[in-house]
């Protein structure tokens, strides 16, 4: 069973920085798959922040594009989430997701593994 853990939220000024991390347990070997970051504000729906796949390729949503950086720690099994020059709009609970599909998309219902969520608070 895949097992997702995310880590690394807290509260932060804006401008500041904060790296999230996912880590995956019960890999089952797939060399092809999907990881993505979602978030969820408050009052707000769910959205795809982030997606990367396992050749590399990878994809953000226009609100963070230049602000944050997905990446992947193969060694390790962990997801990263690097966000920099953060504002207010983007408090969430950030979680990643995994697919063992194999593309760019950033629909939550194309998502078959969840982790529970690290909630990321940015101060004005």
């Known amino acids: 069973q895949v097992q997702l853990v995310e880590s690394g939220g807290g509260s932060v000024q804006a401008g500041g920085s904060l790296t999230l991390s996912c880590a995956l347990f019960g890999y089952t070997g797939n060399d092809e798959w999907s990881m993505a970051w979602f978030r969820q504000g408050p009052g707000k729906e769910r959205e795809g922040v982030a997606v990367?796949?396992?050749?590399?390729?990878?994809g953000y949503a226009a609100s963070v594009k230049g602000r944050f950086t997905i990446s992947q720690d193969n060694a390790k099994n962990t997801l990263l989430l690097q966000m920099n020059s953060l504002k207010a709009e983007d408090t969430a609970i950030y979680y990643c997701?995994?697919?063992?599909?194999?593309?760019?998309?950033?629909?939550?219902?194309?998502?078959?593994?969840w982790g529970q969520g690290t909630q990321v608070t940015v101060s004005s």
């Open positions: 997701a995994r697919d063992p599909r194999w593309w760019l998309r950033l629909r939550g219902e194309d998502y078959k593994y």
């Open positions: 990367i796949r396992s050749d590399g390729n990878h």
